[in-house]
């Protein structure tokens, strides 16, 4: 059994386990309520993905500009709205980050119009 198979429930949902666990914990947090904790727990993840080689960089925001894109469409707004925040918080400026910055800014952009 692959080790994604082990984060989907019956339905094939992600557990929530799994789920409370993802970018250190801050999905627990924000699921809990606690919104400023996550928000500091993210920003830790983000600078430690910003020194990341830029392929694993690209990779990271990616998947977790994904996330926040299937959270908000999931209905989840605190969930999708901090992660596209954190990703929409690192500087521009090469051309294989950008495109995940650029989308979890204009995510952002259409929830607040």
Do not use: W
């Not at 080790?3 to 409370?20: I, Q, S, T």
Request: hydrophobic share 45%; aromatic share 4%; proline share 3%.
């Amino acid at each position: 059994m692959s080790p994604m198979a082990l984060a989907l429930d019956a339905k094939g949902r992600v557990n929530e386990g799994f789920l409370r666990n993802a970018y250190n914990g801050a999905v627990g947090q924000l699921i809990d309520g606690d919104i400023e904790g996550a928000k500091t727990t993210l920003a830790a993840f983000i600078r430690r993905v910003k020194r990341y080689r830029v392929g694993r960089r690209m990779v990271e925001l990616e998947s977790m500009c994904f996330d926040g894109e299937m959270a908000l469409a999931d209905g989840d707004q605190v969930i999708g709205r901090a992660l596209l925040e954190a990703v929409a918080s690192v500087p521009e400026g090469n051309d294989l980050v950008d495109p995940a910055i650029h989308r979890a800014k204009e995510l952002l952009d259409q929830k607040t119009q």
